[in-house]
T-cell receptor, first 115, second 112 residues
Framework: EAGVAQSPRYKIIEKRQSVAFWCNPISGHATLYWYQQILGQGPKLLIQFQNNGVVDDSQLPKDRFSAERLKGVDSTLKIQPAKLEDSAVYLC?????????????FGEGSRLTVL | DAKTTQPTSMDCAEGRAANLPCNHSTISGNEYVYWYRQIHSQGPQYIIHGLKNNETNEMASLIITEDRKSSTLILPHATLRDTAVYYCIVRVAYNQGGKLIFGQGTELSVKP
């Protein structure tokens, strides 16, 4: 079974530029999550989708971050304009959703460096 | 969701059991204890979870105290590949809106 796919694995940009990350969850998983992990810290939940609807985006800095999951499958996370403090690994995860044990499956992440 | 307290780091000799403690003194009756681990440069990986009873799977055992205020994750025969950050997380069931909120975790170093 294929895991959660993310791209790109690495991205270097200058501050005030924009960047987009893509995630393809495990087939059949209704719930998709984006986490931000700053070096030395645990992952922080940014946004949670159930199918193509947003369940929780309370921690998403909406002035510069946006995310969509248009057809309830893959998802894109965008940052515009980027700041130095956005340097982090962006992790995508998916789970079955309702009826699941709550196990999340994570991708390998996209590492962003903002110069 | 209740908070958890874990030691910042631990060492373990290869082949020995690794016992990782977690305190969750404010846990509620409907909250589960989850353990994930994160190997360097990878995404977190689910290990095990439990509500009241002790649990065992092919990766580890989870021992939850009777009052549920603390738990221990046991890796019975640690290998070098078990070197990782281990996260103890308390959450309600998914269908009750439970979210996976990560703390700092315990950095486990397995040494030859």
């Amino acid at each position: 079974e294929a895991g959660v796919a993310q791209s790109p694995r690495y991205k270097i940009i200058e501050k005030r530029q924009s960047v987009a990350f893509w995630c393809n969850p495990i087939s059949g998983h209704a719930t998709l999550y984006w986490y931000q992990q700053i070096l030395g810290q645990g992952p922080k939940l940014l946004i949670q989708f159930q199918n193509n609807g947003v369940v929780d985006d309370s921690q998403l800095p909406k002035d510069r971050f946006s995310a969509e999951r248009l057809k309830g499958v893959d998802s894109t996370l965008k940052i515009q304009p980027a700041k130095l403090e956005d340097s982090a690994v962006y992790l995508c995860a998916s789970s079955l959703g309702h009826g699941s044990t709550g196990e999340l499956f994570f991708g390998e992440g996209s590492r962003l460096t903002v110069l | 969701d209740a908070k958890t307290t874990q030691p910042t780091s631990m060492d373990c000799a290869e082949g020995r059991a690794a016992n990782l403690p977690c305190n969750h003194s404010t846990i509620s009756g409907n909250e589960y204890v989850y353990w994930y681990r994160q190997i360097h440069s990878q995404g977190p990986q689910y290990i095990i979870h439990g509500l009241k009873n002790n649990e065992t799977n092919e990766m580890a055992s989870l021992i939850i105290t009777e009052d549920r205020k603390s738990s221990t994750l046991i890796l019975p025969h640690a290998t070098l590949r078990d070197t990782a950050v281990y996260y103890c997380i308390v959450r309600v069931a998914y269908n009750q809106g439970g979210k996976l909120i990560f703390g700092q975790g315990t950095e486990l170093s397995v040494k030859p």
